[in-house]
């Protein structure tokens, strides 16, 4: 098989196993689906996984990430006409949370046993952080142009940190029980952190 077509089956693979994983996730929790389950219902053998995950950390990352762009989708068609920067932040992070609220995926990635898992995804994992980079380089870059953000914190530390307060919302939802909740703790404490006025 020529390279290239090695290539495209090894993507569609990989595709494969994520949605399986995906499917399985919600099905059965993190904590509740092992990387056995997970070969055996994608019909490929569990060495073979190992190919393109190094571990199960890596394969939920890849799984959030999927996850996460669909979500950013959404967000994206939400925001739209949306112009000032604080609302487009606030209105992020409540549809952050109100998007995947519920969602078993979600639910078990932000349960304490599985936070190894949620830290791995939002600091380190490629996919996710690009996810995350797609969706709030337009929204920060604008707000760059017109002069109303800091400018000694970079859009990297921003769009890190609203990644993770992305995961403290869900993950603390009993401190943040509705988007009234997250709508006043975004106003009050993250937009002014650095956006200008």
């Given at each position: 098989?020529?390279?290239g077509e090695q290539e495209s089956a090894g993507a569609r693979r990989r595709a494969l196993i994520v949605e399986v994983a995906r499917r399985e996730f919600r099905r059965t929790g993190l904590s509740g689906?092992?990387?056995g389950a997970i070969a055996d219902a994608a019909n490929v053998r569990r060495p073979h996984l190992y190919?393109?995950?190094?571990d199960k950390a890596d394969l939920v990352a890849a799984v959030a990430a999927a996850e996460t762009q669909a979500?950013?989708?959404?967000?994206s068609a939400a925001l739209a006409g949306v112009e000032d920067i604080g609302e487009q932040i606030v209105r992020s992070l409540e549809l952050a949370v109100e998007l995947v609220d519920g969602d078993p995926f979600w639910t078990?990635?932000?349960?304490?046993?599985?936070?190894?898992?949620?830290?791995?995804?939002?600091?380190?994992?490629?996919?996710l952080?690009?996810?995350?980079?797609?969706?709030?380089?337009?929204?920060l870059g604008a707000a760059r142009a017109a002069g109303r953000l800091r400018s000694d914190v970079t859009d990297d530390e921003i769009m890190t940190w609203l990644l993770g307060?992305?995961?403290?919302?869900?993950?603390?939802?009993?401190?943040?029980?509705?988007?009234?909740?997250?709508?006043?703790?975004?106003?009050?404490?993250?937009?002014?952190?650095?956006?200008?006025?």
């Open positions: 098989m020529p390279s689906t092992s990387l190919r393109y995950f190094a979500i950013n989708a959404q967000r078990s990635l932000v349960e304490p046993g599985n936070v190894p898992y949620t830290a791995y995804a939002a600091t380190r994992d490629p996919e952080l690009a996810s995350n980079t797609a969706f709030w380089a337009p929204v307060l992305q995961f403290l919302f869900l993950e603390r939802r009993e401190i943040f029980p509705a988007a009234a909740e997250i709508r006043r703790y975004t106003e009050a404490f993250v937009v002014p952190a650095f956006v200008i006025d």
